[in-house]
T-cell receptor
């Protein structure tokens, strides 16, 4: 069974600085999807970025980018020019490409990010 | 606003009460999900509906009873809950079971 591990329960960053959140996963599949979701205090889980394992190029969405290391099974999220609104819980998630129950999202425990003004 | 609305936002109930959580999606999706989010634990998938048919029941106790009357609405009926059922219950929807999941803001449930 696949597992997702986020080893940093809490992180802190100064406004305008850069921070990297770590995520590792375990799978025997060669193709899959990886996600970072953000959950601010409003509780709405928002998709930040998505990576397809067959793509070698790292996904980027504005100030958010990932460092996808397939061999190491690592999927870290880099937030550049951090803003106060980035403060939230961040969840890493894995999904098999297959349908049915195999395609369910598997989440890590999350990393709480604080942004200092 | 992501197009997935959950009501109520907060719910306090006694162990003998019966209540229902409601989820509505305005995204035209055909799959809907219930998740349980407890403190310091990963999100736990509870139920999955695809085209209004339940396709996943993740060993959830029978005191939780889902209902999907159409592709836009999903309910979670609650009865005889336990204090350990206190958690944030999140609803999500996607286009197909392999589509990106979009979440609601959840219902914070407290069982006294």
């Amino acid at each position: 069974a696949q597992t997702v591990t986020q080893s940093q329960p809490e992180m802190s960053v100064q406004e305008a600085e850069t921070v990297t959140l770590s995520c590792t996963y375990d799978t025997s599949e060669s193709d899959y999807y990886l996600f970072w979701y953000k959950q601010p205090p409003s509780r709405q889980m928002i998709l930040v970025i998505r990576q397809e394992a067959y793509k070698q190029q790292n996904a980027t969405e504005n100030r958010f980018s990932v460092n996808f290391q397939k061999a190491a099974k690592s999927f870290s999220l880099k937030i550049s020019d951090s803003q106060l609104g980035d403060a939230a819980m961040y969840f890493c998630a894995y999904r098999s490409p297959y349908g049915g129950s195999q395609g369910n999202l598997i989440f890590g425990k999350g990393t709480k990010l604080s942004v200092k003004p | 606003e992501t197009g997935v609305t959950q009501t109520p936002r907060h719910l306090v109930m006694g162990m003998t009460n019966k209540k229902s959580l409601k989820c509505e999606q305005h995204l035209g999706h055909n799959a809907m999900y219930w998740y349980k989010q407890s403190a310091k634990k990963p999100l736990e998938l509870m139920f999955v509906y695809s085209l209004e048919e339940r396709v996943e029941n993740n060993s959830v106790p029978s005191r939780f009873s889902p209902e999907c009357p159409n592709s836009s609405h999903l309910f979670l009926h609650l009865h005889t809950l336990q204090p350990e059922d206190s958690a944030l219950y999140l609803c999500a929807s996607s286009q197909g079971l392999s589509g990106i999941q979009y979440f609601g803001a959840g219902t914070r449930l407290s069982v006294l």
